[in-house]
């Protein structure tokens, strides 16, 4: 056992496929270089966790985070540990509700962090059933690409009975992400679509089937490095999910910016409802322009990355705030 250790994990952008992968459809998510860190401290009495939302005993979380106490208690189970002795931060770069995977770069850090403080090794299949168990609180019944995506360190290609398989793409993109500054809901968009589907189920899953068409050529954009391609697909399913109604004017507007100022194309990004837009850009330098416009038009946040082909993390990054 350490005195200290400290958990990481990092963001996930889904690039296209989000809504259509709860119906066991395929999707695509990335990596974003955005992390969140959970410092394993040892401490005497009952464990404590610190956060920018929480700070006191882990059995006094609010409601809606019950599902990390589940995940921490069976960590230290599986450490063959008494639940009992450490303090838990969490500090954080990721913004929460955006559809940024905030929820699960936590459990994810956390189990990580448990396991490294404990000095026991974690395969990834064991990760993830940990993170499932605090994201089942979370979203009531996800797809399971969040989790997917935050404990994997490359783009993938996820659906729920398939599992996931790596994309590596010869070539770098040019990856915009803007925030609306508003709280997307994941839990409502996703009963909303499920509510649309009873009620008109031919044209839903018409949409549903558009939509899996898009991923499939997307896949095929990144491993051929088509980034104008992949453009054009990532603005299509953004109409797609305006028809699904997960759309909100916030996103719509972030998403018109970015094509006016050159993107190859954008879309929400996640659940929708609010969060996040993403964008393509076809370098470095546009996807900095980009990003200053989307500052100009409304976006709380912006942040800007290329992306490395070999192992998909950052070679440039930078990011605009107000
Ligand atoms: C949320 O990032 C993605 C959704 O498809 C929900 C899910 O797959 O669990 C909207």
Redesign the pocket.
Known sequence: MRQEAIGEAHSKL?LVG??I??YNKP?IAIPCPLTLRARIKERNGEITISSQFYTGSIYDMPDRAKGILECVKRSFELCNKPMEGVQIEIQSDIPVGR?L?SSAASATAIVRGIYKYFNKDITTEELFSLVELAESYA?GR?????MMAVVREEPIMYQRTEGASSLIAPKPFHVVVADTGTIGD?KK??SHVKKMRSQRPWEIDHTMAQIEEIVIKAKESILTGDSELLGSLLTRNHEKLRELGVSVSSLDRLVEVAIRLGALGAKLT???MGGCIIALAKDIESAKTISTGLMENGATKVWYFSTNSKNWFTVHSGICVD
């Open positions: 889904i989000e809504h992968v709860v999707a559809g995977g979203h996800p797809s399971g690409i969040d994941t968009a996703v996640g659940g929708g």
